[in-house]
């Protein structure tokens, strides 16, 4: 791609939260400076919330509780940010092995002692039958999310008041309704509309498999204690192809080739269980940090201005820090 003049940016007042994202120093680098160069472009990111992705686990010890050097590090970048603009990492989604059942408590604690900022885990679950749909880097089994196994474990973040999130492709999402209702007392983040996607058998395919994932994240919504992450739709998988263009897609593309996904999320669960995500570095390989926000705020434009705010922020806040509420 070639690089285009940035965009004005839209509603520049606006708290957001970034309610998913990355750092780390695999697949290249992603670090905190390069996220506050994107924080920095114009949109008022009031604070951020850190995602597992493998980032800094311990290299020694048990394998279970490996993931805590996750935490560790992100409480660290935390606090190297006490007083900047933007809360980054305000908000710490790690890693825990579910598979451990109610075994898992241990490793919870764990994480809740190397930061008062853990708020819950993430044991990615993406899966599909063909080989030409990426696997989570977890190498998930089939039906991860529906085993008694795992709704022990998860069942357990009630106790320490976390959430787990949920990684799936749009045809697990039916596993993800059985998740929720197993474990009633513990919220239940779908990140990503569920995975739509649009690679190896569902290339070509993109009114069908809307079609299914609408019925699928409607029938979802019946479940109170799960809520929605909007944004995480322009990796590769997702087959819109962004990361082909010539010149990278201003926000007006973006949103018009998107806006089905967000605009039926948000019928269907609510502006206050639904939060806008960046998915960086992961969507940068379609679009820039500012003009990913700028196509967000056009997508919600006709919104009130309480309906935005729960979008860009208050639903995050209330489901990562609900002490505060």
Request: glycine fraction near 6%; charge should be negative; proline fraction near 7%.
């Given at each position: 791609?070639t690089?285009?003049?940035?965009?004005?940016?839209?509603?520049?007042d606006?708290?957001?939260?970034?309610?998913?994202?990355?750092?780390?120093?695999?697949?290249g680098?992603?670090?905190?400076?390069?996220?506050?160069?994107?924080?920095?472009?114009?949109?008022?990111?009031?604070?951020t919330?850190?995602?597992?992705?493998?980032?800094?686990?311990?290299?020694?010890?048990?394998?279970e509780?490996?993931?805590?050097?996750?935490?560790?590090?992100?409480?660290?970048?935390?606090?190297?940010?006490?007083?900047?603009?933007?809360?980054?990492?305000?908000?710490?989604?790690?890693?825990?092995?579910?598979?451990?059942?109610?075994?898992?408590?241990?490793?919870?604690?764990?994480?809740c002692?190397?930061?008062?900022?853990?708020?819950?885990?993430?044991?990615?679950?993406?899966?599909?039958?063909?080989?030409?749909?990426?696997?989570?880097?977890?190498?998930?089994?089939?039906?991860?999310?529906?085993?008694?196994?795992?709704h022990?474990?998860?069942?357990?973040?009630?106790?320490?008041?976390?959430?787990?999130?949920?990684?799936?492709?749009?045809?697990q999402?039916?596993?993800?309704?059985?998740?929720?209702?197993?474990?009633?007392d513990?919220?239940?983040?779908?990140?990503?509309?569920?995975?739509?996607l649009?690679v190896?058998?569902?290339?070509?395919?993109a009114?069908?498999?809307?079609?299914?994932?609408?019925?699928?994240?409607?029938?979802?919504?019946?479940?109170?204690?799960?809520?929605?992450?909007?944004?995480?739709?322009?990796?590769?998988?997702?087959?819109?192809?962004?990361?082909?263009?010539?010149?990278?897609?201003?926000?007006?593309?973006?949103?018009?080739?998107?806006?089905?996904?967000?605009?039926?999320?948000?019928?269907?669960?609510?502006?206050?269980?639904?939060?806008?995500?960046?998915?960086?570095p992961?969507?940068r390989?379609?679009?820039s940090?500012?003009?990913?926000?700028?196509?967000?705020?056009?997508?919600?434009?006709?919104?009130?201005?309480?309906?935005?705010a729960?979008?860009?922020?208050?639903?995050?806040?209330?489901?990562?820090?609900p002490?505060?509420?």
């Amino acid at each position: 791609m070639t690089s285009t003049p940035i965009e004005p940016t839209l509603e520049p007042d606006l708290p957001i939260c970034d309610a998913h994202h990355h750092l780390w120093h695999h697949s290249g680098t992603y670090w905190l400076d390069e996220l506050l160069a994107d924080t920095a472009t114009g949109h008022r990111i009031a604070s951020t919330v850190f995602v597992d992705c493998v980032s800094h686990y311990r290299e020694q010890g048990p394998e279970e509780l490996r993931p805590v050097g996750e935490t560790e590090t992100m409480h660290a970048v935390a606090n190297a940010c006490i007083g900047h603009e933007t809360q980054v990492c305000a908000a710490i989604v790690s890693h825990a092995d579910v598979t451990l059942g109610a075994e898992v408590a241990r490793v919870l604690d764990a994480h809740c002692e190397a930061s008062s900022r853990f708020r819950g885990i993430r044991h990615a679950a993406a899966w599909d039958a063909a080989a030409d749909v990426p696997k989570s880097h977890t190498a998930p089994p089939q039906g991860l999310l529906r085993e008694p196994t795992t709704h022990a474990a998860v069942r357990e973040l009630a106790r320490v008041d976390g959430v787990f999130e949920a990684w799936c492709y749009h045809p697990q999402i039916p596993d993800v309704a059985v998740l929720a209702h197993a474990c009633p007392d513990v919220t239940i983040v779908l990140n990503h509309y569920g995975g739509p996607l649009g690679v190896g058998p569902y290339a070509g395919r993109a009114d069908e498999v809307f079609d299914d994932w609408r019925r699928e994240i409607t029938a979802l919504a019946e479940l109170p204690n799960v809520v929605v992450k909007l944004g995480g739709l322009h990796m590769r998988r997702n087959g819109f192809g962004f990361e082909n263009w010539e010149t990278p897609p201003t926000s007006a593309a973006l949103a018009e080739a998107t806006r089905r996904y967000p605009l039926t999320t948000i019928d269907a669960f609510g502006p206050s269980r639904c939060m806008f995500e960046s998915n960086f570095p992961v969507d940068r390989v379609s679009c820039s940090y500012h003009t990913l926000w700028n196509a967000f705020k056009r997508i919600a434009a006709d919104f009130t201005a309480g309906e935005k705010a729960l979008l860009f922020h208050d639903t995050a806040a209330r489901v990562y820090w609900p002490q505060e509420g």
